[in-house]
Every structure is written in C-alpha cells, then in structure tokens.
C-alpha cells in the first residue's frame, strides 16, 4: 500500500543555520508533492508545491527537491529562525488523488 | 478575501449521541475535503465533494457522512459517538488539487 514516512523525531537546530526535512514514499509515484506547515491547535497552511518533472523549487527562504529515483522529496529552510518552529508536513497524492499526508517533522529553532 | 470557516471551534458530545460539523470554503472554491487528526494517527482522510458530488472517501466506518451544498458548503455528521472519535476535524478547500489546500481552523470533538 502506499506509504509516506517523515522523521517522526524532532529536529532541532540553532537559530540562523539550514534545516533539512526528508519525506519519503513507497509503492507509488506521485505526479507533485506539497508541503504544509502546521502550528499547535491550527490548520495546515499550504506552503509549496513541486511537480516530478521539478527538481527543485523554492520561495523565500524555503527549498523543495523532488528526487523521483530515490522516491523521496527533502524540505530546506535556510538562515532558520525561532519563528520557523512548527511540524511541517509533506503531502503527496494518493490513489485517485486524494492528498495524502504524512505524519509531519516537528521543527524546533533555538534562538 | 475570508478564509476558511469551520464551527463550532469546540465541541463536547457524550458517547453515542451525533454531531454535524459545518465548513465554508473559500469563495470559488468548489472542492472541500474533511480530515481527522489525532496525535497518534496524524491527518486522516475522510472525504472530497466537488459540485456537491462525494469525489473520494476514506477508509472510515460509516457512521461518518458527509454532504455538499450548491454554495459548496459542506457539513460531515458522526453518528453514535465513540470515545475514539475525539479528534481535530479539519476542512479545506482548493481551487483545484494542485493550487494547494487552504484549511480552516478546526472543529476540537471531545466525546465523554
């Protein structure tokens, strides 16, 4: 069946450094992968959007890679800053594209 | 332009009574899916309309319905509630599946 894995442990770094958050699926190839971004008690917000034929897209601070070979997409949020601290989600579409969400990477900026 | 909304934004239901969430979509919008998040199991889905049709369904029993009006409002109802139905229930709505999903805030359901 189809299968999204996120690092379910948290991530924690320094206020001002690259952070590096992987998404992996299995036994499907989706045709574009979004990530959200969710804080304590709220809705996802909807921050990028990559298609397989994108190797990589990016928006501010953010980048987003789309590796169809190793079935894996990684999310980078360069110069990090305490604000950025929330669990962040990857969202592929599944079987008769309904989006599919992983279970997020909690995200932890130490000033 | 308005987001989102979804209400009521809290919710106490006793086991084995209903309930009937109610989610607004963004003006023009006319795709609304419901999720089910809860700690251990993350974002589940439960159910796409699009023009008032039921597009897609998750894998939830069946006590869990949902409808789409013509203004594609939607609501989802949970029937006989279970103490395991307590959970953050998410709406959002798209313009089309790959413009990206805009939540609301949220309906909590604590079932005593």
């Known amino acids: 069946s189809q299968k999204i894995e996120q690092n379910s442990e948290a991530l924690n770094i320094q206020e001002g450094k690259t952070a590096t958050l992987t998404c992996n699926y299995t036994n499907y190839s989706p045709a574009y992968l979004q990530w959200y971004r969710q804080d304590p008690g709220r809705g996802p917000v909807f921050l990028l959007l990559?298609?397989?034929?994108?190797k990589e897209k990016r928006k501010e601070r953010l980048k987003v890679t789309f590796d169809t070979t190793l079935k894996q997409s990684l999310f980078h949020i360069t110069a990090s800053q305490p604000a950025d601290s929330a669990t962040y989600l990857c969202?592929?579409?599944?079987?008769?594209?309904?989006?599919?969400f992983g279970t997020g990477t909690l995200l932890a900026v130490q000033p | 332009k308005a987001g989102v909304t979804q209400t009521p934004r809290y919710l106490i239901k006793t086991r084995g009574q209903q309930v009937t969430l109610s989610c607004s979509p963004i003006?023009?919008?006319?795709?609304v899916s419901w999720y089910q998040q809860t700690p251990g199991q993350g974002l589940q889905f439960l159910f796409e309309y699009f023009s008032e049709t039921q597009r897609n369904k998750g894998n939830f029993p069946g006590r869990f319905s949902g409808r789409q009006f013509s203004n594609s409002r939607s609501e989802m109802n949970v029937s006989t509630l279970e103490l395991g139905d307590s959970a953050l229930y998410l709406c959002a709505s798209s313009l089309d599946r790959r413009s990206g999903y805009t939540f609301g805030s949220g309906t909590r359901l604590t079932v005593v």
């Open positions: 003006s023009g919008h006319r795709s």
């Open positions: 969202a592929p579409p599944g079987a008769t594209n309904k989006l599919i």
């Open positions: 990559i298609r397989e034929n994108e």
